[in-house]
């Protein structure tokens, strides 16, 4: 019935107004008991109507959110409410870059290309909740490989991956470096397979910014 959707619709929204953060949509499905398609379609009818107010329904990945619209971040800025963010040096933009266009990746394929130890980086990336563990190769000393995560999609205001401006052939540019992509055969997960592959499709997006600003920049931690 209407007037049932239209009381979870109200539901939903008091719950990502309260929650204040990021809520997987299947937790939301799992609380109210409504089938996944029904969700959805509620959070598209949220995002709409948010559109040209001061607050967005931001979408991230798997999950959703209630925040504040990027338009107005100045004045909140300026009345002293927005956390200010942290800026990540050269070197931690350098390897999340890298990270981002060729996950799932590991530290020493980081290092080939940047020409530097990475770990500093990795572990700022860690700390700030940019990238994560997402399992480990079957080779030999079997090295983490890493991935982005939800916060990065977040901090960089976009949906998915997908997203991401694009990248010149990447084919062309592993074979250029002798890098071998990983296989998700090799890899040992952490978390469900399908869903590793599911989230990093990304091959065919798109790039602002020449993929060698990335292999020819500053080689300082």
């Known amino acids: 019935m209407i007037e049932d959707r239209n009381k979870y619709k109200n539901s939903i929204e008091a719950l990502l107004f309260a929650w204040g953060d ?21 959070i598209d009818e949220l995002k709409s109507e948010y559109s040209d107010r001061g607050l967005r329904i931001q979408i991230v990945g798997k999950s959703v959110q209630l925040n504040s619209n990027p338009q107005y971040n100045k004045i909140i800025s300026d009345f002293g409410v927005k956390q200010k963010k942290r800026n990540l040096s ?36 860690l700390d700030r909740g940019l990238i994560r563990e997402a399992g480990k190769l079957n080779q030999p000393g079997r090295p983490i490989v890493y991935r982005t995560t939800d ?71």
Not at 105 to 123: A, L, P
């Open 90 to 125: 050269n070197a931690a933009m350098e390897t999340l870059s890298i990270i981002a266009y060729l996950q799932p990746t590991t530290k020493s394929v980081v290092e080939q290309i940047r020409g530097v130890h990475s770990d500093g980086s990795i572990r700022t990336l």
């Open 151 to 221: 916060e990065f999609l977040k901090s960089f205001e976009i949906e998915n991956l997908n997203d991401l401006p694009e990248l010149v052939d990447k084919e062309e540019i592993l074979e250029l470096l002798k890098i071998t992509e990983i296989d998700f055969d090799d890899i040992e997960d952490i978390e469900p397979a399908e869903e590793l592959e599911e989230s990093i499709e990304y091959e065919q997006n798109s790039i602002e910014s020449d993929y060698s600003e990335v292999v020819e920049t500053d080689e300082t931690e």
């Open 22 to 42: 990021l809520i997987e949509v299947n937790e939301i499905c799992k609380y109210f008991n409504l089938e996944k398609t029904i969700v959805e379609d509620i």
